[in-house]
């Protein structure tokens, strides 16, 4: 059975850093890849970054590009996204979940995903 655990989240003022982790179990859970997601209060939950085992750093969200950088280990399966010079905007509920497949690497949109995690809270406020 495939269990994903989120954590890292936590309060912080604008301009602060927060490194989230994702932890993934099962022997099977990916061979491409994994992704984080977010999800701010009356909002679809909305992708911010994956990352191939293969090919390495998939896309980035532009609102986070320059600021975020994803990172991973397959052989652990587990997922990282450094956050720095945070913004209130970026307070939301962070997921990750697995790269089930994908029909077209270089449309973020043909990717399906799946083995999602219940997240962890990022709020970033003075």
């Known amino acids: 059975q495939v269990q994903v655990s989120e954590s890292g989240g936590g309060l912080v003022q604008p301009g602060g850093s927060l490194r989230l982790s994702c932890a993934a179990s099962g022997s099977m859970f990916s061979r491409i890849g994994m992704g984080w997601f977010r999800q701010a209060p009356g909002k679809d939950r909305d992708p911010v970054a994956a990352l191939s085992w293969t090919t390495g750093v998939l896309f980035y969200k532009d609102s986070v590009k320059g600021r975020f950088t994803i990172s991973g280990d397959k052989t652990k399966n587990t997922l990282y996204l450094q956050m720095n010079n945070l913004k209130p905007e970026d307070t939301a509920v962070y997921h990750c979940?697995?790269?089930?497949?994908?029909?077209?690497?270089?449309?973020?949109?043909?990717?399906?995903?799946?083995?999602w995690g219940l997240g962890t809270q990022v709020n970033v406020s003075l």
């Open positions: 979940a697995a790269i089930l497949s994908m029909v077209d690497i270089s449309d973020p949109l043909t990717y399906e995903y799946g083995y």
